[in-house]
């Protein structure tokens, strides 16, 4: 097998990896939250993972320039969570500004999504994962893009399943958080599924 073959299989591995079977929300248990609380209705949840994905991917890219150019040539590697923080937060913020002045129906339509993505773990998530695992920028930006799309995939099939749950007969005493944690749990082990594939 060449080069480019083999570098391609390790990029579709990472892919796979972090969209499916260690799915952020499923199997790290990272962004919980917004899993829990935007997932009631497929429209929001879906602008929410596209949302998610996009910050995913520019927190990737600035925080592996900021740690192969700054924190390792200076030595300063054990500031990484601190500096990760602040430039996810100052990134989002820029972003929304931006969205702001350029696409005002664009910025409607996120609403509140984009401060809430600020505070998602998952973003921090994976600026740690591709750091722990000596990644390269491209690899760096696959495993994003490939954990942004599993988050996204995971919030809409359970906002699907919570829609179709409002009009079942549930007992009263199961409404609510009581069953979208059981279908959580139904949902991670049938992602459980996807271990064998890589």
């Known amino acids: 097998m060449d080069g ?4 391609m299989n390790e990029l579709i591995v990472i892919f796979l990896s972090m969209a499916l079977i260690n799915n952020f929300i499923l199997v790290r248990y ?19 993972g596209i949302a998610v994905t996009f910050v995913m991917i520019i927190a990737s890219l600035a925080t592996w320039l900021i ?6 040539p200076f030595d300063i590697q054990y500031m990484y969570i601190i500096v990760f923080i602040l430039v996810i937060a100052s990134l989002v913020q820029v972003i929304e500004l931006f969205i ?29 994962i591709n750091m722990m695992g000596s990644y390269t920028l491209l690899e760096s930006l696959v495993a994003a893009l490939g954990g942004g799309l599993g988050f996204t995939l995971v919030l809409a099939i359970m906002a699907g399943i919570r829609e179709k749950l409002e009009l079942a007969d549930t007992p009263r005493a199961m ?3 009581p069953i979208a944690l059981i279908t959580a749990t139904l949902l991670g082990l049938a992602f459980f599924g996807f271990v064998g594939i890589v």
């Open 30 to 48: 990272l962004g919980l939250c917004p899993f829990l609380g935007v997932s009631k209705e497929l429209g929001p949840a879906v602008s929410m």
């Open 175 to 177: 409404k609510g958080a």
């Open 100 to 128: 702001k002045k350029t696409n005002i129906a664009l910025y409607s339509a996120f609403g509140i999504y984009l401060p809430l993505i600020t505070t998602n773990c998952a973003v921090l998530g994976v600026t740690i």
């Open 4 to 7: 480019g073959a083999q570098e």
């Open 67 to 72: 740690n192969h150019y700054i924190l390792i």
